[in-house]
Structures are given as structure tokens and as C-alpha cells.
């Protein structure tokens, strides 16, 4: 038996896929109303309005949950195998966002609330990421750096990683994504393993 979606599940399905479509300009509230099968009062009484929408989207999809139940449950708190599996799930997630994010990123110098949303994605990604490497610090596996700067190293060079490819396919690297992982996980690991 299929599991119904609540209400929220619906606007916020009904928001995606028209942003994936028509972009946040092209995808009005009375839009995701009637794909989502509701009123569009509903709408406003759940989310306030087309930003609230687009938060809760953005929530829907965070990397952020996934990324504190990984450091909670697959750690075995050694640096290169821990960061393979960070990576590896990043890499995994992104790319079933990918069109939402390539899609966002574009539009977010038009509209400074959709900025304003998505700058929450790497941030709530470094403080994962920051609590992780200040728990290998605290375990002493973990050169004295600035903890601050290095989750923000780890989270660009796999954020570039996933632009590069999704932009530009094999043209800039041809290598495979586990390549990519291995060689730079390997990289980064002993340049602050002790």
C-alpha cells in the first residue's frame, strides 16, 4: 500500500519540480497550488510564502541530516577512511540534486532571498564537518590547524569536484568520481594526519 504525502510533502514536491522547470521566477505559488492539489491559501498557511516554500525545499533536500547520521554511525574515526565516506555520500547526494542546485545557483544573484537560502547549504555543512575534525583534534588525529578553514577545504574541493562535472562533464577532468575521492582524500588525510 502506498504511504499518502501530507500537505507540506505535496507543495514542497509541487515546488521542486516546478523550480526545476521554470526556475524560482516561473514558479509562482498559484502554480504549485494546482500541481500540488491544493488551495493556495493552504500554501500560505503552511509556508507564508514563496521564500517559505523554498526554505523548506531546501531543508527537504540538506545533505546536512545525511552528513551528522554518517559522522554518528560510520566513523571509525580514522582521517582517510572517514573522509572516503563523507566524500562518497556528498558525491552520491549531489548528484540527486544536481538540477536543483545548478538551477539555484544561477537564479540566486536575481533574487537575494534565494541567495540568502542557499548559503545555508555549505554552512550547515561546515559545522558538521567542523565537529567532526574537532573530535578527531580532541582523539589526537589531527595536525594543530585552523579546523575552521580545513572543513571549508574539504567541502570546496568536493563542492568543485561536482561543478566541474556537472558543467563541463569530461572536458576539465576526465577522471572518475572514485578517482577523484581516492587521490584527494588520500591527499588531503596526510597533509593533517600526524
Not at 521554470?22 to 500554501?43: H, M, P, Q
Amino acid at each position: 500500500m502506498k504511504e499518502q504525502k501530507s500537505t507540506s510533502e505535496r507543495i514542497i514536491q509541487a515546488f521542486v519540480e516546478l523550480f526545476r522547470d521554470y526556475g524560482y521566477k516561473g514558479t509562482t505559488t498559484r502554480a504549485v497550488a494546482e500541481r500540488a492539489g491544493v488551495n493556495e491559501v493552504t500554501i500560505f498557511r503552511h509556508f507564508g510564502n514563496k521564500k517559505g516554500i523554498m526554505d523548506a525545499a531546501i531543508q527537504s533536500v540538506s545533505y546536512h541530516p545525511k552528513l551528522e547520521k554518517i559522522i554518528h554511525e560510520q566513523m571509525v574515526w580514522d582521517l582517510e577512511h572517514d573522509l572516503w565516506v563523507i566524500a562518497e555520500g556528498y558525491h552520491t547526494y549531489m548528484e540527486k540534486i544536481k538540477d536543483l542546485v545548478l538551477i539555484g545557483l544561477r537564479e540566486a544573484e536575481l533574487f537575494p532571498e534565494l541567495n540568502e537560502t542557499f548559503v545555508n547549504i555549505p554552512r550547515q555543512l561546515k559545522e558538521s564537518m567542523v565537529l567532526y575534525f574537532n573530535e578527531m583534534n580532541r582523539r589526537g588525529k589531527l595536525v594543530d590547524v585552523d579546523i575552521d578553514f580545513q572543513a571549508m577545504n574539504f567541502i570546496w574541493l568536493n563542492f568543485g569536484y561536482f561543478l566541474s562535472k556537472s558543467r563541463f562533464g569530461d572536458s576539465v577532468i576526465s577522471s572518475s568520481k572514485n578517482d577523484f575521492i581516492k587521490h584527494s582524500v588520500y591527499l588531503f588525510a596526510r597533509g593533517l594526519t600526524p
